[in-house]
């Protein structure tokens, strides 16, 4: 018993000594601990401004960020593309018939169906001095979110709607060796459509000047619709459309079908141009007195227009 109280008191006085030296190393534990907390709540927040960088420039975002709580200060928001995710190279993107090549020398738009086209980054760059321990210097998060944002929308691969045909952008079939003959008669047949198209005696169809002049642009589309469809059989196509597309044109019903009448495209032009003509001639005729000779004979020429189509009308009717 002796002995013990003899050694405890050989140590009296060390404590206080031992807890002065551990004093610095708990707090540089702390410091440490406070600095990692701190570095990584920002690598958190720097992750969110990256994912929503990138997420906030799909469409149909305008590429700003979404709300105000996560603006990380001396934070640069961005999105760059084309990176080389190796994910991405998978076999069923090697495909022949998206990548080619094909058969009869058929060339393949290898890049209309490459995800890596639609493959973007949204990137967060930080750099802040520690909370504590200055003298360690700055630290720098770097965050990179990649996302794979091609789902081959017609917008995305350069069409005009969902209807457009595809094949003839993924592949270049008027330039097949074997289909040059038929390349040439189609090109022959599309001039000859434009220059047909382009003829001033066909505009009253779809550009009238009277029509542009009072209404504005643009001008009724009195062309008549055909239907779509897609068949390779010319019998099916000729007698469940084109029999039934000719009425739509001159308003005659054919022996096959005596039921069908629509109103025909010379029908709906007279009654488009009478229902322009009468509102022109209710304005004159109700214009203040007295009428400018120019009024007058406006109204005359008028007159004479609206007669001559009631008489156009009453022959189809």
């Not at 030296?21 to 707090?27: C, E, G, S, T």
């Not at 120019?294 to 009631?310: G, T, Y």
Request: contains cysteine; positive net charge; hydrophobic residues 40%.
């Amino acid at each position: 018993m002796r002995q013990r109280q003899q050694h405890f008191a050989c140590r009296r006085g060390l404590a206080p000594l031992e807890l002065v030296l551990a004093i610095p190393i708990l707090m540089f534990v702390l410091a440490l601990s406070v600095i990692f907390g701190a570095v990584t709540c920002w690598k958190i927040r720097g992750e969110v401004v990256a994912r929503d960088a990138i997420f906030s420039s799909r469409w149909p975002g305008n590429g700003g960020i979404a709300g105000k709580e996560w603006r990380v200060p001396l934070a640069t928001r961005g999105v760059r593309g084309g990176p080389a995710l190796t994910e991405l190279d998978h076999p069923v993107f090697q495909n022949e018939l998206i990548r080619g090549p094909l058969p009869n020398g058929i060339r393949v738009d290898d890049e209309m169906l490459d995800p890596k086209n639609h493959a973007r980054i949204g990137v967060s760059h930080l750099r802040r001095d520690p909370p504590a321990l200055g003298k360690i210097g700055p630290y720098q998060v770097d965050v990179e979110q990649p996302l794979l944002d091609g789902k081959w929308q017609f917008w995305q691969l350069g069409y005009g709607g969902n209807t457009s045909r595809r094949l003839r952008r993924l592949y270049d079939l008027l330039n097949v060796p074997g289909a040059q003959g038929q390349k040439a008669i189609y090109q022959q047949s599309a001039q000859q459509t434009q220059a047909i198209y382009m003829r001033p005696a066909l505009f009253v169809l779809d550009r009238d000047d009277e029509f542009i002049a009072w209404y504005g642009w643009p001008a009724p589309d009195f062309h008549p619709r055909l239907p779509r469809f897609c068949s390779l059989d010319v019998q099916d196509v000729q007698q469940r459309y084109v029999e039934r597309h000719i009425p739509r044109i001159d308003s005659i019903p054919r022996p096959s079908n005596p039921r069908y009448d629509p109103p025909g495209v010379p029908r709906r032009m007279t009654q488009s141009f009478l229902s322009m003509y009468r509102q022109q001639l209710r304005i004159l005729e109700n214009s203040p007195p007295p009428l400018s000779p120019a009024q007058q004979a406006q109204i005359a020429v008028l007159k004479q227009k609206i007669q001559i189509l009631e008489d156009f009308l009453a022959t189809l009717n």
